[in-house]
């Protein structure tokens, strides 16, 4: 018998606002916060920048981020010293810019995970979770099982990147990145666009203490590809592993999934080698949407993000419309979501995948509304 | 349980019955001989980076004819991988480039993800299983019993884990491969001796 573990007390802030019901509202009624701004050396750039009026004040803006999530998280689950709780982070890059500020050794991860973990109060030393794109899931998976296992009883995840012109040129040399806002599975899709983004969520065994219940964890998985660095398997290995690991541990059937939440960055490989997972896993029939073209591509956020607004949509019965998507072309048979549609259940899928061939999904029941 | 481990510091090698240190100009050519005296015909390795490659040579004695891996079923074999500096080399010899030339190398850029070392292991050796790659300010099997417990949950039964650190002109890995089919506990005690040993 698996013991529950609910999550909730979910925090976000993405260029599109501050919130999870803030991201839906804006995701139902809006268009994408995708906007041109000043790039590297001043050329514009689309990318998904938050507005500073947002952030707390702070030494840099990946701290910032952090504690914008972090600050009315604390407030509002109030972890105590006699009570177990195991900090779960998640980052691609961390503190990157300080490397850019010319101080290497102030970039260390490790670093950013102590200030947080003392922040949080918590004695546990914290689980820091780099997975590349595939991060905030992973934590979300790690988190969870340990306290399915006893490992803890109660977790803060929280999972961050900030914009850096160290991965905005990355991105551009490998011609990853589309001219402007990014089309997930769409016919017309050129490459992804970068965003910037923080969530936190958390996940207790004791329902009573966690406010704003957002979902109840049934299982997750990461699986690779053990094919290439950084492109995806052309058949889906890694992704196809992972998705059926977590339905085989939850002991579900593609028909109870209500709906999937794709990684969907807009590249041709990536969304191309999802279809084909997702076909390959039975879930050609199940409605599929993908958030990048509203905030893009969150990197080592993206996970938890996205899980967190899908959850806040499916509590009341929603899988969003993808933004950027009209007409597909991918090699699998998908049925990705042009308009916001009522779905059946209560069961969401999420998937990511990173560099390095890491591929993780998760199964989340949404708590009702 | 521990089924093999392997240490490797700065040119000093020691896995099992196999014992060696090579001398070299740099941590680089001293990987690379350790490389070489391993007899593994990858010329991939060479064109890894520094983190890869260090945990590709302390893994590699755990694949090889005889291992304690080598029969090991691919599917069920996950890998945690634990260090300090994770890509850091990496991000500076990418940021060194893009910020004296304006130019971004793909090349370089994509090693500045630290979890590209267990990309890296998987491909050579055919691993699909799950895997983590954890940051921390020094090596604690303590810390990291969750993500073992995570690794039996999604079906694990071998895993390659442990410690590898590169920054500065240093490589060291410290690596066990791992019977995960035993308490908890027992596995977490076993890779702390490990680590304390060091």
């Known amino acids: 018998m698996r013991v529950p573990v609910w999550i909730g007390a979910a925090r976000c802030v993405s260029a599109l606002g501050e919130g999870a019901a803030a991201h839906v509202a804006r995701m139902r009624t809006g268009g994408t916060a995708l906007r041109e701004h000043p790039g590297p050396a001043s050329k514009p750039m689309v990318m998904g920048r938050i507005p500073e009026e947002l952030l707390p004040d702070g030494p840099d803006r990946i701290h910032r981020l952090m504690d914008r999530c972090l600050a009315p998280l604390l407030d509002e689950v109030r972890p105590k010293p006699d009570e177990r709780w195991l900090l779960v982070i998640a980052t691609a890059k961390g503190d990157i810019h300080a490397m850019e500020q010319g101080d290497a050794a102030a970039s260390a991860i490790p670093l950013l995970a102590e200030h947080i973990r003392q922040r949080c109060g918590i004695a546990h030393p914290p689980l820091t979770i780099s997975l590349a794109c595939a991060s905030g899931t992973a934590a979300l998976i790690a988190a969870c099982t340990a306290i399915e296992q006893g490992h803890a009883d109660h977790a803060i995840v929280l999972a961050a990147d900030a914009l850096s012109r160290f991965v905005l040129d990355g991105f551009a040399a490998l ?82 999934i209500a709906v999937v939440n794709a990684h969907g960055t807009g590249t041709d490989y990536n969304d191309a080698m999802e279809s084909i997972a997702f076909e390959r896993s039975g879930l050609g029939d199940v409605p599929i949407s993908g958030y990048k073209g509203w905030f893009g591509h969150t990197l080592g956020a993206a996970g938890l993000l996205e899980t967190v607004i899908a959850l806040e949509a499916l509590r009341e019965g929603t899988a969003l419309r993808t933004e950027g998507f009209s007409t597909t072309n991918v090699p699998g048979r998908v049925h990705v979501l042009t308009n916001d549609q009522q779905v059946r259940g209560n069961l969401l899928l999420k998937t990511s995948s990173g560099f390095g061939g890491a591929n993780a999904a998760v199964l989340i029941e949404a708590a009702s509304a | 349980m521990i089924l093999a481990s392997t240490r490797y510091r700065d040119g000093a090698f020691h896995s099992g019955g196999l014992r060696f240190a090579v001398e070299g100009d740099g941590a680089d050519m001293k990987l690379a001989r350790a490389w070489d005296k391993l007899e593994q015909d990858y010329p991939r390795f ?42 850091m080399e990496s991000d500076h010899r990418y940021h060194e480039l893009l910020r004296t030339s304006g130019t971004a190398s793909p090349a370089l850029f994509v090693p500045t993800l630290p979890s590209i070392a267990l990309g890296e292991l998987s491909i050579r050796h055919g691993l699909h299983g799950s895997g983590l790659c954890l940051m921390m300010t020094a090596p604690s099997a303590t810390a990291i019993a969750p993500a073992i417990g995570m690794l039996r949950q999604q079906g694990m039964r071998w895993a390659v884990c442990g410690w590898t650190d590169t920054f500065a002109g240093r490589a060291e890995a410290i690596l066990a491969a791992m019977d995960m089919e035993h308490a908890a506990d027992d596995l977490v005690n076993e890779l702390q001796h490990l680590f304390d040993e060091h």
């Open chain 1, 175 to 256: 011609f990853a990145l589309d001219p402007g806002p990014c089309h997930p599975f769409d016919a017309a899709r050129k490459g992804t666009t970068l965003g910037e983004a923080c969530a936190a969520v958390a996940v207790s065994r004791d329902r009573s203490r966690m406010p704003r219940m957002l979902g109840r964890w049934r299982a997750g998985a990461i699986a690779h590809d053990a094919n290439h660095i950084s492109g995806p398997s052309r058949t889906g290995e890694g992704l196809l592993r992972a998705v059926r690991s977590a339905m085989r541990q939850a002991a579900v059937q593609p028909s109870d």
């Open chain 2, 46 to 87: 060479h064109r890894a980076d520094r983190l890869s490659r260090v945990l590709m040579l302390g893994a590699a004695p755990f694949f090889a004819p005889g291992g304690a891996l080598e029969k090991a079923d691919r599917e069920h074999i996950g890998m945690l991988l634990c260090t300090s500096t994770g890509s």
